[in-house]
């Protein structure tokens, strides 16, 4: 049995509805990945994932590959 984390990640370069999607879909195809919710107001991104699944750097490069940056 897996618990699950949460996340409040700093995005930078979001502006519309497409730049949302585009980060959601990239996190979510992370194995391990449960939920990803951006808030575009705040420019963050709240992900649910699988403890001991994943990484800081995971998330960062998934953002990477996005077009976005993770920001602290």
Request: proline share 0%.
């Amino acid at each position: 049995m897996s618990f699950l984390e949460e996340v409040i990640l700093n995005v930078e370069g979001m502006s519309c509805n497409h730049c949302k999607m585009a980060v959601e879909k990239s996190l979510q195809s992370l194995s391990g990945v449960k939920k990803a919710d951006v808030d575009l107001a705040g420019k963050t991104v709240k992900v649910a994932y699988e403890t001991g699944k994943l990484t800081l750097k995971d998330f960062e490069k998934a953002v990477a590959e996005a077009g976005f940056e993770l920001v602290k």
